[in-house]
């Protein structure tokens, strides 16, 4: 399982971005998918989880009613749509795949995640 995230790039505060992660690999319709940011000096955090179907969804409270993920398994892609942005948001931001789980669960916890993308900067100016 390859993942292979995009989308970052330089915003201004208030304003949105879509990041994308896509995965290669035949069983990305059973892969839990998560997303996790890291700001400079700072530990990983988990962002959202979304379950196999996309019927569950799981959000940190800084970005819940902000930031919505969503998945299309037939384009083997899972997306981030982070609206109303702000400076703390400045992160590289990661997606993360869970090959060991169970239909209709989602995951905060970073090693619950065996693969994980390179990550794609987000910046957000004041």
């Known amino acids: 399982v390859q993942l292979q995230a995009s989308g970052g790039g330089l915003v201004q505060a208030g304003n949105s971005l879509r990041l994308s992660c896509t995965v290669s690999?035949?069983?990305?319709?059973?892969?839990?998918m998560g997303w996790f940011r890291q700001a400079p000096g700072k530990e990983r955090e988990f962002v959202a989880s979304?379950?196999?179907?996309?019927?569950?969804?799981d959000y940190a409270n800084s970005v819940k009613g902000r930031f919505t993920t969503s998945r299309e398994n037939g384009k083997n892609t899972v997306y981030l749509q982070m609206n109303s942005l702000r400076p703390e948001d400045t992160a590289v931001y990661y997606c993360?795949?869970?090959?060991?789980?169970?239909?209709?669960?989602?995951?905060?916890?970073?090693?619950?995640?065996?693969?994980w993308g390179q990550g794609t900067l987000v910046t957000v100016s004041s």
């Open positions: 690999g035949p069983t990305f319709g059973r892969l839990v």
């Open positions: 979304i379950s196999w179907a996309g019927t569950r969804k």
């Open positions: 993360a795949a869970d090959d060991n789980s169970v239909a209709g669960a989602t995951s905060t916890r970073a090693v619950r995640y065996e693969h």
